[in-house]
């Protein structure tokens, strides 16, 4: 998951801060050079701070861009945390520049202030900022998603949130272990099959024709003969599954059955080599009448045409209704199914009630979901005072 930022700072930013500093500085100016020894010392410090000024923007604008919760980091009312480099300490604080209040999950512009203190002379500036969060839950909406577990929670969380429906998965055995993505959010390291997400049986896992799409990380070994799985639901307690997905060899395998039998015939895989060994991958599986396919970073991998089982359960009174497994899964083939685990990270896993077209996956895989925000400056929103 590369992130591609969107820089809208530095050249911007540079030009329009530059005039409004040295028009500070006359304004100021005037009425010092002819004063004291002391005061025109002032004076003589004011060309270093004004470039320690531009270096405390240029460093928080940067930090709310790396920053993937910024929405959530502003409501503690602190953009950059008090810092000294090279003699000149920096600090920034933030309020929502409409209401005049702590921002909240709705605020899109932000009022900066930046401190900068250097030789005793303190300049606070101003800055507002237009920031918009694109939100990958705003994606999978539009595609009509019936459920997102994003997997961002904080490493000692027991639970992991669904943001549609609420059906909230739970952390099994020792929780998982902590990592990041590219993008720098928080994702679930998974070791063994003791370690994965378990979520609640929902009857609209039960779909005729349907899709599932997840970012994962496999950290196994490049040539490995056994099963990773890392998505799995058994049709029943003890049977075979309805639908399982593992890595296999650097390839992608997964399997549908809308009665808990098997057959090495209805499993759709990729050939090897598709998986990169500690590489972010987007998988995307449909199921319906057009069979069962695997999209592996918005391409057609694989197809099992022959296939066209959805996803389904046993009654209840069977051993029915299992739950959706993130991160673990089942090997394909075994009767007994023994659960598996995964070696690597699964995190913004979606399933849809429909069969996503081939032009929908190729655009979903290509947003990056932890990294899509733009932010703006806005005009004439700059501002600077200068004390002793």
Not at 30 to 38: F, K
Request: charged content about 15%; overall charge negative; proline content about 4%.
């Amino acid at each position: 998951m590369n992130q591609t930022r969107q820089q809208h700072g530095s050249v911007y930013v540079m030009t329009l801060i530059t005039i409004a500093t040295i028009s500070a500085m006359i304004l100021v100016g005037i009425s010092l050079r002819s004063s004291n020894n002391a005061k025109a010392s002032f004076v003589e410090n004011m060309s270093a701070s004004s470039n320690a000024t531009l270096d405390a923007t240029e460093i928080t604008l940067q930090t709310v861009l790396d920053d993937p919760k910024w929405q959530t980091t502003a409501q503690t009312g602190v953009a950059l945390s008090k810092r000294t480099v090279n003699g000149v300490t920096y600090s920034s604080t933030v309020i929502d520049a409409d209401t005049q209040k702590t921002p909240t999950d709705t605020t899109t512009n932000f009022l900066l202030t930046m401190s900068a203190t250097q030789d005793s002379i303190e300049q606070v500036s101003q800055l507002t900022i237009g920031y918009d969060a694109l939100y990958y839950q705003n994606y999978v909406d539009d595609l009509t998603a019936e459920f997102y577990w994003p997997l961002t929670e904080d490493p000692k969380s027991t639970r992991a949130d669904e943001r549609i429906a609420s059906n909230d998965g739970s952390y099994l055995g020792s929780n998982a272990g902590a990592g990041t993505n590219d993008e720098g959010a928080p994702v679930p390291v998974f070791a063994n099959s003791s370690d994965h997400v378990s979520v609640p049986w929902d009857d609209k896992f039960k779909q005729g024709a349907g899709s599932l799409s997840c970012w994962i990380k496999y950290t196994g070994p490049t040539r490995d003969y056994s099963f990773h799985p890392f998505l799995g639901m058994n049709y029943q307690s003890g049977g075979h599954p309805t639908f399982n997905a593992a890595i296999y060899n650097t390839a992608v395998w997964v399997n549908t059955s809308e009665s808990g039998s098997y057959s090495v015939s209805t499993i759709a895989f990729t050939n090897s080599g598709v998986i990169t060994p500690g590489t972010w991958h987007h998988i995307t599986f449909v199921w319906g009448s057009e069979g069962l396919s695997i999209y592996v970073d918005g391409k057609l991998d694989g197809q099992k045409k022959s296939n066209t089982d959805g996803v389904d359960t046993a009654n209840v009174l069977f051993g029915g209704e299992q739950p959706l497994l993130i991160g673990a899964g089942y090997d394909f083939g075994d009767g007994g199914t023994p659960r598996k685990g995964f070696q690597g990270s699964v995190s913004h896993v979606v399933y849809y009630d429909h069969e996503l077209k081939a032009d929908e996956i190729s655009e979903l895989a290509s947003i990056k979901p932890d990294a899509n925000t733009s932010l703006t400056i806005i005009d004439e929103s700059w501002s600077t005072v200068y004390s002793e």
